[in-house]
């Protein structure tokens, strides 16, 4: 019977902030204070930036350091200080290994007013995982752990860098056909005009609405193809790289465009809120969902005279 060793936290960072004069700043705290192996710590990140800032969360993933992410959730907005507005944004991880763990310095990136975009983090917090067994004297009753595992067979690490070299391959050549192919599937000879980026958006607004996807509760997989609609409509009609950038990457952009700048607001609303269905596990209303959809449609319609690829003012 495998036993599970109590671990005790030494907390040798607690509330830390961000550093740095930026207009954006980080605050992070975590709790409970103790634990045993596998229980989770509660990890809140405080960020507090100026109204209308959009503020991203870094990328999505299971494992930060020596921390298993369980679960992410990002809380309303709501009043910060000095008229900002402040959002939660919470990780629940567990740890499986002693010694000193070091919270991993989480980065959010932004872009300030005038368009530039920055990041702002919290110092990464040490905590000191020590097992209650090596704090005991004498522990004479103790075992050598068994099949102990070496790590001299380099093989299996070979074989694995050899299908990551395998996949990235057929990732490349099938995004270098992927437009070929589109376009073959839709029976449309090399050398005609594909169909105008706002016909082709209109339609799959349309084909979304009837999915039923929102209707079967899919709201996740709604919001993933809402925002890929738009954002292909915006790579399409203005030359925009849109399909591969964050919503803080991407807003600069908007707003230097000149035929994007006036419908900044509606941008920013649209992306936040697909942001939060597709990665904080937020749950929209019907409106909320007919409010968004709508809104896409607004932005074709608004920006389908505009004239393509319009450079920068």
């Known amino acids: 019977m495998r036993a599970v060793l109590p671990l005790i936290l030494v907390i040798l960072a607690g509330t830390a902030r961000g550093a ?45 350091g020596e921390w298993e992410v ?68 004498n522990p004479t009753d103790l075992k050598p752990p068994k099949g102990l595992i070496g790590y001299r067979n380099i093989w299996p690490y070979v074989w694995a860098a050899l299908a990551v070299l395998g996949v990235s391959f057929l990732i490349w050549w099938w995004q270098r056909r992927r437009k070929r192919l589109a376009a073959l599937a839709a029976g449309i000879p090399p050398g005609i005009p594909v169909k105008p980026a706002e016909d082709t958006a209109r339609e799959a607004l349309d084909e979304l609405a009837s999915s039923g996807l929102a209707e079967a ?34 807003m600069p952009e908007i707003r230097a465009h000149q035929a994007l700048r006036g419908l900044n607001s509606e941008f920013r609303i649209f992306f936040e809120d697909c942001d939060l269905a597709k990665f904080a596990k937020f749950v929209p209303s019907a409106g909320d969902i007919s409010t968004d959809l709508e809104r896409a449609r607004r932005v074709v319609d608004t920006t389908a005279g505009s004239p393509p690829r319009d450079g920068e003012a």
């Open 70 to 137: 369980l679960d992410f959730r990002v809380q309303p907005e709501k009043k910060g200080g000095n008229g900002n507005v402040s959002r939660d944004f919470e990780w629940v991880m567990t740890a499986w290994t002693t010694g000193k763990i070091t919270v991993p310095s989480l980065r959010f990136t932004y872009s300030d007013m005038g368009g530039k975009p920055g990041s702002a983090s919290a110092p990464p917090a040490l905590i000191e995982v020590e097992s209650v067994l090596a704090r005991d004297k």
């Open 217 to 250: 509760g899919e709201v996740k997989a709604f919001y993933i193809r809402l925002s890929d609609i738009l954002r292909r409509y915006i790579e399409g009609k203005f030359g925009i790289p849109a399909m591969d950038r964050t919503t803080a990457e991407l």
């Open 20 to 64: 740095g004069d930026g207009p954006v700043s980080v605050r992070m705290d975590f709790s409970p204070r103790k634990m045993t192996v596998g229980d989770q710590v509660r990890f809140k990140f405080t960020v507090e930036a100026p109204p209308g800032m959009a503020v991203s969360p870094p990328p999505g993933a299971s494992v930060f």
